[in-house]
């Protein structure tokens, strides 16, 4: 059973702090990519990640890694929304001596569980987590693990499925979230026609794969119930998503990949959410 403190937040209010932290940091920041992983997260932590966001140490929890760490202000929206630190403490995003910078730096008092930089990493750090759960004895304990689809390029990431499948890592859950843009442009290894597919990779190393709409909550709820109910594979939820995904002028428009938010765009976004910003 998940354990909350708050209930859960709707993803229009999760993308709102997005781009409102965003604005407030001053500084230009991963938006759209932050912003296509949203349902993804926000279903994970209401509904299947075991969490105490008022004892984040809990021995039994779950573990969450943002292996694509540059979207690290999506993250922080999420982990704000449940309640692991204030709004005052998010307002110091991208400030000098902020724990609350460009990627995760580990610090499990505000619930982050790794460092990421480089991509690539966060698979292999995920998988030794859950060979050391399964080595102690924790056979209730998962880590997820969030990848960009970009990141899949990566051997890195490759090195680490073959190994997860090879020992029957069940504990081990990643989440690809497939926005089809890296910050060069298209993910062309990915999308040419009659070239691979990234479920079939997934497939190919031995990983028991369900594919998704990354926006449709229904239908990621069910994915990650599907593979949490079996424990002899690692799993992997490929979620087809929209960079970008609920502000219209960012949508599928890689010019957010990264970007500042100026007061200006802010009043935009609030347009295309369709919310009022009585509040600020």
Not at 75 to 89: C, M, N, P, Q, R
Not at 139 to 162: H, L, Q, T
């Amino acid at each position: 059973m998940t354990e909350l403190k708050n209930s859960p937040v709707s993803e229009l209010e999760i993308r709102r702090i997005i781009v409102e932290t965003a604005a407030h940091s001053g500084e230009s920041a991963h938006i759209g990519g932050s912003l296509s992983m949203v349902e993804l997260l926000n279903t994970l932590f209401a509904k299947h990640l075991r969490h105490r966001p008022d004892d984040p140490h809990w021995p039994d929890r779950d573990i969450f890694i943002l292996s694509k760490g540059h979207a690290v202000l999506g993250y922080l929206a999420v982990l704000h929304s449940y309640g692991y630190f204030d709004g005052e403490k998010l307002a110091t995003f991208q400030q000098n001596e902020s724990d609350l910078i460009a990627h995760p730096v580990k610090k499990i008092d505000l619930g982050i569980e790794s460092s990421n930089g480089s991509l690539g990493q966060g698979l292999s750090y995920g998988l030794g987590i859950a060979v050391g759960m399964r080595k102690r004895g924790q056979a209730e304990r998962r880590v997820f693990v969030m990848i960009g689809d970009g990141e899949c390029n990566e051997g890195s990431v490759w090195e680490s499925a073959g190994l997860a499948a090879e020992l029957g890592v069940g504990n081990l859950i990643a989440i690809v979230d497939e926005n089809g843009l890296r910050n060069d442009g298209v993910n062309t290894i990915h999308t040419t026609p009659g070239g691979p597919v990234i479920a079939d990779i997934w497939r190919a190393f031995g990983w028991r794969v369900i594919e998704v709409d990354g926006h449709e909550l229904a239908a990621i709820d069910a994915a990650y119930t599907d593979l949490l109910s079996q424990s002899d594979k690692p799993g992997v939820i490929v979620a087809k998503t929209v960079k970008g995904k609920g502000i219209g002028f960012m949508e599928a428009n890689n010019d957010w990949h990264h970007n500042r938010v100026t007061a200006a765009v802010l009043e935009k976004c609030y347009e295309d959410l369709g919310i009022t910003p009585d509040h600020v």
